[in-house]
C-alpha cells in the first residue's frame, strides 16, 4: 500500500463517474462547493471535472490559506521585514501574494529585505539560532493544518530561550469561514459540501456536524486523490437523492471524529481567538483567526514590532472576493488570463496552485475553449 | 500550501520527536512531534514538515473494497 496510485486508477474513476451518471436525477442540479484549495487543485489538475455528470457544478470555496489573506497583512510582513536587522522566514506560497503600491515580498526581497522561504516552521527556529544577533520574524499563516506545527515551534523556542523568534500570526479557522460563507447576505445556493482532507485530520469530522444539522447541508470529508474526491461526489449525490443531511468521512483511513487529541491541545495552549480578523473575500469575522496566547505575547510580532494592519481594498477589477464566496467563476473575471496569470497575479485566487484561478489557468481552460467551440 | 504526501517512517530518532521518512524515494527529516507512538513503517501525512496523522491501512483497504464494489456493481452498459 502506498496510499497515492491505488487511489488514482483511472479505470476505477470511469466507473466512479459511470455510478454518477445513473444515479443523478436528469433534470436537477447538484451544487458541490469544495471548501478546501487541495480540492480545488485536485479537481482541475486529474481532470475530474471532465468525469462528472453535467447535473454536478462545483463551487470553489474559501479552503485557500493564501489566497484568503488579505492585501494588509502581506503589507505588514513587508514592513516588518524592511526593518533593520529583522529576517523574515515565510513559507514559499506568500512571497508572490500581490500587495499595496505594486510590492510583495519578493519585490521587497529584491529591494533588499532579508526574506528566506522556509519549507518548515523548524527551518525559521534554525534561522534563529543561527543569527542570534538578529530578529527571525515567521509569517505563520494557514488553517488548522499548519497550526500546531506553528505551536511545536513557538514552545521550542521558549523552552530553548531563544529571544530572537517571533511569529506575525495569520492562522485561521475552517469552521468559521463556512459559517461566513452559509451566512452571507446573498448566500451562494449550496446543496452540499466536500469536507476539507488534512485540516479534518486535525479537528475530526465533528466540527462539521452543525452544518448538517442546522443548515441541513450533506458533507462528505474527502481525501486528496482523484477518487476520493470523485467517491465523496458520489456520497453527496445520494445524500441528496435521499434527502439526507449528514457527516459521512470518506477519508476514513486518515480522519475521525475527534481529530488530533495532541495537535488540539498544543493549540488551544499557545494560541487564544481574535476578536475580529479580516479576510480576503469574506471581510471582518468575529472569532474567524488565531493570536498568541497571553503567555507567549512576547513572541507575538505584531506587539513586538508595534504592528497594525490597514484595510487595504483589492484591485478594483480582480474579481477575488466574489470567487471566494462561492458566487463567481475565475472565467468571470475580466483580468483573468489576460493581465492575471500565475506568473504575474493581480489577485491572490492566481498565486498559489490551489487558488481557484491558478488551477482554472494551469488545468481547466480546455474545458471552457471545447463549450465555445 | 496544503498539498501533503503520504510518506513511510524509515527511522525515528531516540528523542521520538523527529523521524526520516520516505516519499517515493525522496528522504527528509520530518517532526513527529504531533504524533503519540509513531512505529517503524507507518504511514503518515507530512505536510510543512510535520507529521499530522498516521494513515490506517485497514481503513484505505476498506475503501479500495468500497470501489471495487462499485466498479462491480456499475459496468459501463456495453456499447
Avoid at chain 1, 445520494?238 to 470518506?250: F, H, I, K, L
Avoid at chain 1, 488551477?359 to 463549450?371: C, I, L, N
Avoid at chain 2, 527528509?28 to 507507518?42: F, G, H, I, T
Wanted: proline share 6%; net charge negative.
Amino acid at each position: 500500500m502506498k496510499y497515492v496510485s491505488e487511489f488514482r486508477d483511472p479505470q476505477l474513476a470511469q466507473q466512479l463517474a459511470q455510478a454518477m451518471a445513473n444515479e443523478v436525477h436528469p433534470d436537477r442540479l447538484y451544487r458541490f462547493m469544495e471548501f478546501c484549495g487541495g480540492h480545488t487543485h485536485a479537481l482541475a489538475r486529474y481532470g475530474v471535472l471532465d468525469l462528472l455528470p453535467s447535473q454536478v457544478q462545483m463551487i470553489h470555496g474559501p479552503g485557500c490559506p493564501v489566497c484568503v489573506l488579505p492585501i494588509g497583512r502581506i503589507d505588514m510582513a513587508i514592513e516588518v521585514a524592511r526593518r533593520p536587522g529583522v529576517i523574515l522566514a515565510s513559507y514559499g506560497d506568500t512571497l508572490r501574494i500581490p500587495a499595496s503600491k505594486g510590492l510583495s515580498l519578493m519585490g521587497a526581497r529584491a529591494q533588499g529585505a532579508d526574506v528566506r522561504v522556509v519549507y518548515s516552521v523548524d527551518d525559521a527556529l534554525q534561522l534563529a539560532r543561527t543569527w542570534p544577533d538578529r530578529e527571525v520574524v515567521f509569517l505563520a499563516i494557514g488553517f488548522e493544518t499548519t497550526t500546531p506545527p506553528t505551536a511545536v515551534a513557538i514552545q521550542t523556542a521558549r523552552r530553548e530561550g531563544l529571544r530572537n523568534f517571533s511569529v506575525l500570526c495569520n492562522h485561521v479557522l475552517t469552521p468559521a469561514a463556512m459559517h461566513a460563507i452559509l451566512d452571507q447576505p446573498e448566500p451562494v445556493a449550496l446543496d452540499g459540501l466536500v469536507g476539507p482532507a488534512h485540516v479534518s485530520t486535525i479537528i475530526g469530522s465533528r466540527p462539521y456536524e452543525v452544518f448538517a444539522s442546522d443548515y441541513h447541508l450533506p458533507v462528505v470529508i474527502a481525501g486528496f486523490e482523484p477518487l476520493d474526491v470523485m467517491q465523496a461526489v458520489l456520497m453527496l449525490i445520494r445524500q441528496v437523492n435521499e434527502g439526507r443531511a449528514e457527516v459521512e468521512n470518506e477519508f476514513t483511513r486518515a480522519v475521525n471524529r475527534e481529530g488530533n487529541a495532541r495537535a488540539i491541545a498544543l493549540t488551544d495552549e499557545v494560541f487564544a481567538l481574535r476578536d475580529q480578523f479580516e479576510w480576503r473575500g469574506l471581510g471582518s469575522m468575529p472569532h474567524s483567526a488565531l493570536r498568541l496566547g497571553d503567555r507567549y505575547a512576547d513572541m507575538d510580532a505584531e506587539l513586538r514590532f508595534a504592528l497594525s494592519t490597514r484595510v487595504v481594498p483589492d484591485h478594483p477589477r480582480c474579481e477575488c472576493g466574489p470567487i471566494l464566496r462561492g458566487h463567481k467563476r475565475p472565467q468571470d473575471c475580466v483580468l483573468f488570463g489576460t493581465i492575471c496569470t500565475p506568473d504575474q497575479p493581480t489577485g491572490a485566487c492566481m498565486v498559489s496552485s490551489e487558488g481557484a484561478c491558478a488551477a482554472h489557468y494551469r488545468y481547466g481552460r480546455h474545458q471552457a475553449d471545447e463549450v465555445a467551440a | 500550501m496544503c498539498l501533503a504526501l503520504p510518506a513511510r517512517v524509515i527511522d525515528i530518532d531516540a528523542t521520538r520527536q523527529h523521524g526520516t521518512v520516505d516519499m517515493g524515494g525522496v528522504r527528509k527529516q520530518v517532526s513527529l512531534a504531533l504524533l503519540d507512538e509513531v512505529q517503524l513503517d507507518d504511514y503518515v501525512i507530512v505536510h510543512v514538515g510535520y507529521a499530522l496523522t498516521r494513515l490506517d491501512q485497514d481503513e484505505a483497504r476498506q475503501t479500495l473494497a468500497l470501489f471495487a464494489q462499485m466498479a462491480a456493481d456499475e459496468q459501463p452498459s456495453a456499447p
